[in-house]
Structures are given as C-alpha cells and as structure tokens.
C-alpha cells in the first residue's frame, strides 16, 4: 500500500506575528510548532492537525527578505461547500484582512484573493478541485 506524500511549502519572511495574525486567525490554521534560534533562524508551522499539508514561515535574524516578488504568487483553498466558503471570507474579514484585486482575473470568478502581511496571496476559491 503507497502512502500519499504530504506536503509543506516553506517560505521566509521578516514578520513572523504578522504572518501568525493573518493564517492563524484569518485563515482559521493552527499553530502546530514554534522554535526561536535554531542556528540563527526563527520558524512556525502552521496547519490543521492530520492534514496532509502544512506551512512553514521562516526568519533570518541576519538576512531581511522583503515583500512577494509578483502579486501573482498564490496558495489556492478550494472550497466548493458554499456555507464552509462565506465561513472562511467571513473569519478573513472579522480577523481585519479585505480581499485584494487579484493580478490574474480568473480568481475572481468564483473566489476572493487575500494578501498576507508579506505580499503573498490567498485565494478562497468556491469550487471543488477537480484534478
């Protein structure tokens, strides 16, 4: 029996707070690990516990890494349940952060893009992913 791979995207930043702020209360993940000074590197993972996927937020305390290189960098949630959808924009709102126009149309079909504390985009997608 195969096991599927589980995934984590790891990524720096220069706020670790802030990023904690918008994915934890706005995107409604847990805290699942903390560390400071790991070899001069600062990190959390965030996630839902037993989910395949979690991310990993970084910080050099030597190295300053700036804002998202194009607004066209994006996580994409699919949530095709419409109730479980307004959920997830609502917790966004409530928790501060407004959707932004989203650099390539399409996402605006069907969801709402948000851009975290560093530039990055998420998009809530109202649809299933039919991959």
Request: proline fraction near 9%; charge should be negative.
């Amino acid at each position: 029996m195969s096991v599927a791979p589980k995934l984590r995207v790891a990524r720096p930043s220069d706020d670790l707070d802030a990023l904690l702020r918008f994915y934890r209360e706005g995107l409604g993940l847990d805290l699942l690990y903390r560390f400071e000074d790991h070899d001069g590197v600062d990190g959390m993972m965030l996630g839902s516990p037993g989910a395949p996927y979690h991310f990993e937020f970084t910080r050099a305390r030597t190295h300053a890494v700036g804002r998202a290189p194009t607004q066209d960098h994006l996580l994409i949630f699919y949530l095709p349940h419409p109730a479980e959808w307004q959920a997830a924009v609502d917790r966004m709102r409530a928790a501060g952060f407004d959707p932004a126009p989203p650099f390539n149309p399409y996402w605006d079909r069907d969801g709402l893009t948000f851009e975290d504390p560093d530039g990055y985009r998420v998009v809530l997608q109202k649809a299933a992913w039919n991959a």
